[in-house]
C-alpha cells in the first residue's frame, strides 16, 4: 500500500514561511514527477509547483520567486518551501506523485492546511 504523508501546514502571519514535507511510504520501484497543489477557498485546485526525478522544475505564475520545490530520492520525500506568503495563498495543499509499484500510478497526499493571516 502505497502513501503520501504531507506534514508543515499551519497558521502563518503575511510575508512568513513555512515549509512543507511529503514522504511517500510503502513498498514501491521508483517515484518519478512530485508535485504539489492547492485548492483556495471558492477556486479549482491548481498546480502550485512540480520536480521531475532529475531536479528540473514548473511553477505556478502566481509563486515564482517565492515558492522553490525540491526533493531527496533516498527519502522519497519532495518539499515545498514557502516565503513570502499572502493571505491568498490560503488553502489546502496537496502532494502527488508519479510511482512505478508495478506498473505507473498517481498518487495523492489527504491534504494539509495552510491559513495566511493580513
Known amino acids: 500500500q502505497v502513501q503520501l504523508v504531507e506534514s508543515g501546514g499551519g497558521l502563518v502571519q503575511a510575508g512568513g ?10 513498498s514501491f520501484w ?5 508535485g504539489w497543489y492547492r485548492q483556495c477557498p471558492g477556486k479549482q485546485r491548481e498546480l502550485v509547483a512540480r520536480i521531475t ?3 528540473s522544475t ?3 505564475n502566481s509563486v515564482k520567486g517565492r515558492f ?7 527519502k522519497n520525500t ?7 506568503l499572502k493571505p491568498e495563498d490560503t488553502g489546502v495543499y496537496y502532494c502527488n ?5 508495478p506498473g505507473s500510478h498517481t498518487y495523492w497526499g489527504q491534504g494539509t492546511q495552510v491559513t495566511v493571516s493580513s
Open 97 to 101: 506523485a508519479q510511482i512505478w509499484s
Open 17 to 26: 514561511s513555512l515549509r512543507l514535507s511529503c514522504a511517500a511510504s510503502g
Open 30 to 34: 521508483s517515484i518519478g514527477d512530485m
Open 53 to 55: 526525478r532529475y531536479d
Open 68 to 74: 522553490t520545490i525540491s526533493r531527496d530520492n533516498a
Open 58 to 60: 514548473d511553477y505556478g
Open 78 to 84: 519532495v518539499y515545498l518551501q514557502m516565503n513570502s
